[in-house]
């Protein structure tokens, strides 16, 4: 599948060629790669899997922390925001391609700016480069008809898209005439450290690794859906956020609360708060710490973890975790943990749909607004209960972005 769509952008014969290879430039446009773990970890995965077939690559991105990203990628930095404009222009023109994405660039439940954001942005870049493509891109919800509009424009400016998911292909395919194919998210791939590396990083945390089991909980603020015209970020930098989420951001700890000292009580779980976006606007560690307060037995505790290799060992020592952000599903996951999805967004019906599996998943806002306690404790009863997921069942997806790799950059002998 993936050898036609390389054949139909031209980029089979162009691309595979040793000498051509190995001075391949490759610009990575993504999401918040300073502040959320998630989209480090694609961007880590995506420079692994890259390099794994064209070491001498020249891999672009931008960044506002260049040291770290030079550290997790050996990628060539540009800063972001206007001072970066000319040097990102540059970028395009000198790369070979353009990668957009992975993640979930191409929504508007946060904010209505950001489908034009990033709709001008891949024009901008269109400009100036040879071939610009869609990369594992998390689209929807664009509830708005003007993010949809933006999301067309973007659309039309590339070369090629794949998404994420089957939720984001249909989506993204009433937009555009290209046919929509789906890649996994990278993250699927990111080879994490060691077992032995994850138990004593966490035995130096206090973290009882003998006897309780492991119940690992990964949280996101939520901010009932609503057309907002200024981004979350720029609104708690005026003040203009709640930091607590809003009217029913209590309600919403105390609930988790609830669940939790259930699971405390029937199975002695330790609760391991595993924050994965630790920037202030967004808080997952403050809710953590939050909701750890709550519990009757607070038989838990929050660890922050920067590197997303180890954070997905870590993953792999949990009998269950209950995921309210994405990445830390899909890094489980693949570590062969059961997930619980506490989903504020298609994505993750998504993500459980290509595992094959619909099961496991509640919506935040039926949990918040009908209050439903039994349910989420039933599932994570379920979970808690549930033999290690097949390695298989990740396995195939990590496979398909390798090939994904391979296909686009050649392989070197």
């Not at 997952?284 to 307060?293: G, I, S």
């Not at 997905?312 to 995921?323: H, N």
């Not at 069942?393 to 390798?402: D, F, I, P």
Request: net charge positive.
């Amino acid at each position: 599948m993936i050898n036609r769509a390389l054949n139909a952008w031209g980029l089979a014969g162009q691309l595979t060629s040793k000498r051509e290879v190995r001075g391949a430039t490759v610009l990575l446009l993504a999401g918040d790669v300073d502040g959320n773990l998630g989209d480090r970890a694609i961007l880590q995965a995506t420079c692994d899997g890259l390099r794994s077939v064209a070491p001498g690559a020249t891999i672009v991105v931008v960044s506002a922390e260049p040291a770290n990203r030079r550290r997790d990628c050996g990628a060539e930095i540009l800063r972001p925001g206007l001072r970066g404009l000319v040097p990102l222009c540059r970028a395009a023109l000198r790369s070979d391609v353009v990668l957009i994405g992975g993640g979930g660039l191409f929504q508007d439940d946060d904010s209505l700016v950001k489908m034009p954001y990033w709709a001008l942005r891949v024009a901008m870049v269109r400009l100036w480069a040879r071939r610009v493509i869609g990369y594992s891109l998390g689209v929807g919800p664009l509830r708005a008809a003007s993010s949809r509009i933006f999301a067309r424009l973007a659309f039309a400016c590339m070369n090629d898209v794949t998404v994420r998911d089957p939720r984001a292909r249909a989506v993204a395919q009433a937009l555009t005439a290209h046919t929509v194919r789906v890649l996994p998210d990278p993250a699927t791939a990111l080879c994490p450290l060691s077992g032995a590396a994850a138990r004593a990083w966490l035995h130096a945390q206090g973290v009882p690794i003998e006897g309780s089991p492991l119940l690992g909980v990964s949280l996101r603020r939520w901010f009932p859906p609503g057309h907002r015209i200024v981004p979350h970020k720029i609104a708690w930098r005026l003040g203009l956020s709640d930091p607590c989420g809003g009217k029913e951001g209590p309600d919403f700890a105390d609930l988790l609360a609830l669940v939790l000292d259930r699971q405390v009580e029937r199975h002695g779980a330790y609760i391991l708060f595993l924050p994965s976006y630790l920037r202030p606007h967004e808080g997952d560690d403050v809710l953590a710490e939050a909701v750890l307060a709550r519990l009757r037995r607070p038989n838990g505790r929050v660890v922050r973890i920067d590197d997303p290799r180890l954070y997905k060992a870590c993953t792999g020592e949990l009998r269950a975790l209950l995921g309210g952000r994405m990445h830390p599903m899909i890094l489980a996951s693949a570590m062969g943990t059961p997930v619980v999805a506490l989903a504020y967004n298609p994505k993750f019906a998504g993500f459980l749909e290509l595992l094959g599996s619909a099961e496991g998943l509640i919506d935040v806002e039926t949990f918040v607004r009908e209050r439903r306690v039994k349910e989420l404790d039933a599932m994570l009863d379920a979970a808690m209960g549930a033999p290690r997921l097949p390695l298989e069942s990740t396995k195939h997806l990590a496979a398909e972005v390798r090939e994904f790799h391979r296909d686009l950059l050649g392989r070197l002998e």
